[in-house]
């Protein structure tokens, strides 16, 4: 199990995530994308990257916009493998058209 991040790290590799916000429960991004086909592409891609990774985020879909939230639950709240999924979760969004 991966082991809970403390603030000033947490805060400091959120602050290296464009829009991505974080307290000591969780990380939040929402991103928007040009289609709601083009929303759930992206979720797709999400689950394909999420399950490699064996780590899941919870998702929101509301028409075009998709709203992610992120922590280790096992853990108690954010951790190096929430970091590294909000990583790939942002090149996913990006490759997609979200913003």
Known sequence: MSRL???EERD???GQLD???????SLRRSYEFATFPDAIAAVD???ILA????????IDIRWRTVHFTLSTHSAG???QLDI???HRISQAA???GGR
């Open 12 to 14: 400091r590799q959120v």
């Open 45 to 47: 891609e999400v689950a």
């Open 84 to 86: 590294e999924l909000a």
């Open 94 to 96: 990006a490759e997609r």
């Open 77 to 79: 709240g954010v951790t």
């Open 51 to 58: 399950e490699a990774m064996d780590h899941h985020p919870d």
């Open 19 to 25: 829009g991505w916000v974080g307290d000591a429960g």
């Open 5 to 7: 991040l403390e603030d």
